[in-house]
């Protein structure tokens, strides 16, 4: 029998870009949450278009070691570029996740910032991510 890591289980967030430019990710995975962290990246080959012909783009990833449960991230053009989501994955914006931010009567500076974030200045879209308890 395996033994179940208690530390969770190794996930790889990736995104496809056209430019090697730097990219990182930002997420509640973090620690500090929303800490941008920058992505390897490598070249590699597109699917073929209509015509059969097949271009190279950028692989940016980076592992992370999650412990179950659900995560919100996105990705950033350089140290201070413009944020932007995957549209090949699961998204959505934030509000819903945080009910309880906007209606406790005394948030805590980190909810309200939390909050802030989540909802993203002109509401930018997050990409969600799914860690399920790891099965053998």
């Known amino acids: 029998t395996t033994m179940a890591h208690p530390a969770g289980e ?5 995104v496809r870009r056209p430019i090697d430019d ?8 973090s620690e500090p949450q929303w800490e941008p962290l920058e992505l390897s990246s490598k ?6 278009d209509e015509e059969g ?8 990833y980076r592992e992370l070691k999650l412990s179950p449960g659900q995560y919100q991230y996105r990705f950033r053009e350089g140290a ?25 009567r005394n948030p805590s500076e980190a909810d ?25």
Not at 43 to 48: F, N, S
Not at 53 to 60: A, R
Not at 85 to 104: I, N, Q, R
């Open 80 to 104: 201070s570029g413009p944020w932007f989501h995957d549209e090949a994955v699961k998204h959505g914006t934030l509000k819903p996740f945080f009910p309880d931010v906007a209606s406790s």
């Open 22 to 29: 730097p990219v990182f990710v930002a997420g509640t995975f």
């Open 10 to 14: 190794t996930v790889t967030i990736s």
């Open 112 to 136: 309200k910032l939390l909050a802030t974030t989540a909802a993203g200045e002109g509401g930018l879209v997050n990409n969600y991510l799914t860690v399920g308890p790891s099965e053998d």
């Open 53 to 60: 012909l097949v271009s190279t783009e950028y692989l940016f």
């Open 43 to 48: 070249m590699v080959d597109t699917e073929p």
